[in-house]
């Protein structure tokens, strides 16, 4: 395996060349764009990683699978999916256009930005604060890491800058769908966006909801078995935002990404995988770690299909 991720990164770094990382956070535009790096944790305590996998980046939209379980644990099915929907969308992560053509108005799913305010709202909680502490103690639960903080500096850009979210969740809340406080709910998303991590965090949480929703180091229950499912299947059909069904075809786990460059793969029954590398292409995806989960997915035949 050790073997086999050194050629991964050898092979895949040229990609970075072809990526951006993301500058409409400002922060975020500090990262380094020639980072790649890989942590695999299995079911038998075994971790494997390799390139830059020290690399620190925000966690950004891979938290929207932590706050979308937490938001099922807290409200139930029902409640969820009466405010947000669990069909992929076709546009960019960050649109808006089928908030008003949707007769319900509701997100088309969790993991756009729009879903993502949306299940914030719902988080247990009587403020922001502590749906923040929710969320970020289900983090630091799955990836078995008390010392998982947030970034104030990207917090405070996003905040600053984060106009279309604040747009959208507008939206929300003129058309129902958002109950809460809007500058609230946009603050915890805007926390929870900026909750920096490294490799080893995210790929212990997939490893947990890989080995359905119960963490391997201690055989301790983290996730409701049919919430976990929930959660599988959505990252599946909709975690790549508009490339999912691409993603899907040439590495086949359910996934989730994020614009700090981050990749989180589920590979059922058998590991939790996370990769980073902050060249992004057009549609919000880590190029070089695209292509090094593909590699990898294809010579350990991981796709689910
Ligand atoms: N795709 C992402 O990772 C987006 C998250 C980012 N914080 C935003 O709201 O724009």
Redesign the pocket.
């Known amino acids: 395996m050790q073997e086999l991720l050194e050629t991964v990164i050898e092979n895949n770094r040229i990609w970075t060349k072809e990526g951006k990382v ?1 500058t ?2 400002p922060e975020l535009a500090k990262a380094n764009p020639d980072a790649l790096g890989i942590y695999i944790v299995d079911f038998q305590g075994n971790s494997f990683y390799e390139g830059d996998y020290e690399t620190k980046f ?1 966690i ?3 938290s ?1 699978v932590i706050t979308l379980i937490c938001a099922l644990i807290d409200r139930g099915k029902e409640k969820v999916f009466s405010k947000v929907g669990s069909e992929p969308s076709s546009d960019s ?2 649109s808006m256009v089928k908030l008003e053509t949707r007769d319900s108005h509701t997100p088309l799913n969790p993991f756009i ?1 729009a879903g ?1 305010i949306v299940t914030t709202s719902l988080v247990s909680g009587d403020n922001g604060i502590e749906k923040f502490d929710r969320v970020h103690a289900m983090m630091k639960k799955m990836a078995d890491n008390d010392a998982i903080q947030v970034n104030y500096d990207v917090y405070k850009s ?1 905040k600053l800058t ?1 106009n ?2 604040r747009a959208i969740a507008y939206y929300l809340k003129g058309a129902e769908v958002i109950e809460r406080d809007v500058e609230d709910v946009l603050d915890t ?2 926390k929870l ?2 909750i920096e991590v490294t490799v080893k965090d995210v790929s212990m949480m997939a490893s947990v909801i890989a080995n359905g929703g119960v963490a391997p180091w201690s055989n301790e229950r983290l996730i409701p078995k049919d919430v976990n499912q929930i959660a599988q299947a959505i990252m599946m059909t909709c975690g790549l ?1 508009n490339a999912s069904g691409e993603y899907a075809v040439k590495i086949g786990v359910p996934s989730k ?4 460059g981050c990749i989180m793969a589920v590979v059922p029954k058998k590991m939790g995988i996370a990769v980073v590398g902050p060249a992004l292409d057009e549609r ?1 995806n880590s190029v070089a770690g695209t292509k090094a989960l593909e590699e990898l997915s294809q010579k350990l035949e991981l796709s689910i299909f």
């Not at 990404?257 to 700090?260: A, D, H, L, P, T």
């Open positions: 993301a409409y956070i925000t950004q939209s891979v929207k992560f960050n930005n993502a996003e984060g279309t979210n998303y805007f966006c900026s935002y990404s994020g614009v700090g919000g």
